[in-house]
């Protein structure tokens, strides 16, 4: 192609989500077929699940760490007082 010098961007991510959902968006562009396109919604939903689910995990542990869960105290908590 005659070009010695290519323009790209290189990123770092913590979390595999992250790059999956950057890689698929940078791509949005890109001609692709339905397959393609079946396989980058799927491959979405399952980040968002996988995001959901995190999320659920981490509150909950959260909220056995103060004591709480689903924002009322724990039933030991309540008969102990």
Do not use: Y
Request: net charge positive; proline share 1%; with cysteine.
């Amino acid at each position: 192609m005659g070009a010695d010098k290519i323009r790209c961007e290189v990123r770092a991510f913590d979390d595999e989500l992250d790059e999956w959902e950057t890689l698929i968006e940078c791509n949005k562009q890109r001609e692709k077929t339905r397959i393609q396109k079946a396989n980058e919604i799927n491959k979405l939903a399952k980040i968002k699940a996988e995001r959901a689910l995190r999320k659920q995990l981490s509150e909950a542990s959260l909220g056995a760490e103060f004591g709480v869960m689903g924002g009322r105290p724990r039933k030991e908590d309540e008969q102990g007082k």
